[in-house]
């Protein structure tokens, strides 16, 4: 899980390139349990690009997913906003992340990263509509208790 630094292109992210690190990154899975390995690589705002691949555990609520490891990774190299997203499964093959790793992503990369899936290159918004996020702790109304109503 090398960082790499991609010059930016001006007609959008390199999805080809996202998805060749997503398949190196397949090389770093731990998945004894499952036999499903899964590599994840995202363009990150400064160039960047960050990996990362499933990690099992025996006792398999506390998995990591390659999503959870790329976040990682951004958060231990500087941090930033993820700009394009790009999972494979064991064959290389595009790979839409879970409905957890859909949420982790969205709030490192926020309602404009483009998610490669197997539909073609989408925002987030389209991926996770209505997504919970940052935006929604931010209003000190929604932390104000209902009121009780009156008998």
Same mark, same amino acid.
């Given at each position: 899980?090398? +960082? +790499?630094?991609?010059?930016? +292109? ?13 398949? @190196? ?17 995202a363009l990150v705002d400064d160039g960047r690009v960050v990996s990362g691949a499933?990690?099992?555990? @025996?006792s398999y609520g506390v998995t990591l997913c390659a999503e959870c490891t790329l ?81």
């Open positions: 899980m090398n +960082e +790499e630094t991609v010059e930016p +292109e001006t007609a959008g992210p390199d999805f080809g390139a996202l998805r060749a690190a997503a398949r @190196a990154a397949l090389a770093h899975s731990y998945s004894p349990y499952s036999g499903f390995p899964v590599g994840a690589a499933n990690v099992e555990n @025996a976040v990682g990774q951004l958060r231990m190299t500087g941090g930033g906003r993820l700009v394009a997203f790009a999972c494979v499964d064991g064959a290389g093959a595009v790979l839409m992340p879970c409905g957890r790793c859909r949420q982790l992503l969205y709030e490192f990369g926020g309602p404009e990263l483009l998610v490669d899936t197997p539909r073609g290159v989408l925002p987030m918004t389209e991926v996770l509509p209505d997504a919970f996020g940052p935006h929604d702790l931010d209003d000190p109304a929604r932390r104000k208790p209902a009121e009780e109503p009156r008998p």
